[in-house]
Nanobody, 117 residues
Framework: QVRLVESGGGLVQAGGSLALSCTTS????????MGWYRQAPGKQREMVAI???????NYADSVKGRFTISRDNAKNTVTLQMNSLKSEDTGDYYC???????????WGQGTQVTVSS
């Protein structure tokens, strides 16, 4: 069974930085996409940044130039470096893994990020 565990959330002032990490356990197909989504209070969950096992990335327009996603394919871990944080980045951040060609969609429990202005 695949399990995802996020860490690194917390409270930070606007303009500050945080790094989120996601570790996985269980067997994951080598072709996959790992990434981060977030859900602000009263809003729908949205994609923040994703990265395929082939290295392709996609970022939400709102975080381009501020956030950087990286991953370790050997360890199946994914990290989100968040710089120049804004109050609108506040929310619960979730790690996600999707295996290509398989009907699978794994989620972590989420980690809270609060940016104070």
């Amino acid at each position: 069974q695949v399990r995802l565990v996020e860490s690194g959330g917390g409270l930070v002032q606007a303009g500050g930085s945080l790094a989120l990490s996601c570790t996985t356990s269980g067997s994951i197909f080598r072709l996959n996409t790992m990434g981060w989504y977030r859900q602000a209070p009263g809003k729908q969950r949205e994609m923040v940044a994703i990265m395929s096992s082939t290295g392709r990335t996609n970022y939400a327009d709102s975080v381009k130039g501020r956030f950087t996603i990286s991953r370790d394919n050997a360890k199946n871990t994914v990290t989100l470096q968040m710089n120049s944080l804004k109050s609108e980045d506040t929310g619960d951040y979730y790690c996600n893994v999707r295996e290509w060609g398989l009907d699978s969609d794994y989620w972590g429990q989420g980690t809270q990020v609060t940016v104070s202005s």
